[in-house]
Nanobody, 116 residues
């Protein structure tokens, strides 16, 4: 059974940084895509960053230069480094992986709150 567990969220002051982690277990297939999404209260879930196998990385325009997606395959862990955080970045952040078969798996999310 595939399980994704995010961590690293919390309360941070504007201008601060956080590094989110997403630990995967139960994965027995090739991963085509790793993504981070976020969902603010009352808003739709939006893509933050993605890492596509054999292609590269993409970032939401509003977050370019402030976030970096990475992975450590040996640890089955993906990361989202977030810098220069703004109150508008307050949201629940989710990681997801897409298998080579097209199946999508989600974590339970981690709350990020940025105070003024």
């Amino acid at each position: 059974q595939v399980q994704l567990v995010e961590s690293g969220g919390g309360l941070v002051q504007a201008g601060g940084s956080l590094r989110l982690s997403c630990v995967a277990s139960g994965i027995t297939f090739s991963i085509n895509k790793i993504e981070w999404y976020r969902q603010a209260s009352g808003k739709q879930r939006e893509l933050v960053a993605q890492m596509i196998r054999n292609v590269g990385t993409n970032y939401a325009e509003s977050l370019k230069g402030r976030v970096t997606i990475s992975k450590d395959s040996a640890k089955n862990t993906a990361y989202l480094q977030m810098d220069s955080l703004e109150p508008e970045d307050t949201a629940v952040y989710y990681c997801s992986v897409t298998s080579s078969y097209g199946s999508v798996y989600w974590g339970q999310g981690t709350q990020v709150t940025v105070s003024t």
